[in-house]
């Protein structure tokens, strides 16, 4: 996904928190969202952010939006080594049905 | 399992070979997507249905490739005289679409495991 980029790896320790960062391009995005994947297993929804929105928090996890930098984090807290994953920033365009995907970021998470 | 099955899980082929993958959404889902992801990269689009019609194809999607629902449940995607380039994990996905009627929600696309092609 030209149009959305990341970081490609994150090492953090178990218990701190991580933060991965996203950048995309188009201002007509109305969702963003944050999937994860791990080796064999399919892509996993984890959280979305509507664009009108700055932040959204579920349980561990932490969307921030700033739509003026088109820029998109996930903070996840307490981060555990069940974490460790590839995680994909995507957003969905106005009038669109398809994902545009970021190339992921690895996350490892060191105990 | 009710998530989204696709079969096979791997196909190894020739150069030049035809193949065929199935998807089989989640059942009371209406929109099935194709996905390529290639080693390193996220998923890129390839096309999407709406009960059996297909509503989008992304420029991805060459002559070469063919995807269809007929009776708007499952999907295949083929691939004919496949390529070296071809060699990628294939990805589907289902959601819900809900009438136009309602509000909007943020459409979650439930994605299966893959079917990983290689070309050979």
């Known amino acids: 996904g030209e149009d959305v980029e990341q970081s490609l790896f994150l090492s953090v320790r178990e218990g701190d928190s991580s933060v991965i960062n996203c950048t995309y391009t188009?201002?007509?995005?109305?969702?963003l969202y944050w999937y994860k994947q791990e080796p064999g297993a399919g892509l996993q929804l984890l959280t979305y952010?509507?664009?009108?929105?700055d932040m959204k928090q579920d349980q561990r996890l932490t969307v921030l939006l700033n739509k003026k930098d088109k820029h998109l984090s996930l903070r996840i807290a307490d981060t555990q080594t069940g974490d460790s994953a590839i995680y994909f920033c995507a957003e969905r365009r106005t009038g669109r049905r398809a994902l545009t995907f970021g190339s992921g970021t690895r996350l490892q998470v060191q105990p | 399992d009710t998530g989204v099955s696709q079969d096979p899980r791997h196909k190894i082929t020739k150069r030049g070979q035809n193949v065929t993958f199935r998807c089989d959404p989640i059942s009371e889902h209406n929109r099935l997507y194709w996905y390529r992801q290639t080693l390193g990269q996220g998923p890129e689009f390839l096309t999407y249905?709406?009960?059996?019609?297909?509503?989008?194809k992304s420029r991805l999607l060459s002559d070469r490739f063919s995807a269809e629902r007929p009776k708007g449940s499952f999907s295949t995607l083929e691939i004919q005289r496949t390529e070296q380039g071809d060699s990628a994990m294939y990805l589907c996905?289902?959601?819900?679409?809900?009438?136009?009627?309602?509000?909007?929600?943020?459409?979650?696309?439930?994605f299966g495991p893959g079917t990983r092609l290689t070309v050979l």
């Open positions: 952010i509507f664009s009108n929105m």
């Open positions: 188009d201002s007509s995005s109305t969702y």
């Open positions: 996905a289902s959601s819900l679409a809900l009438p136009e009627t309602l509000p909007q929600t943020y459409n979650e696309q439930f």
């Open positions: 249905f709406q009960n059996e019609a297909q509503l989008e």
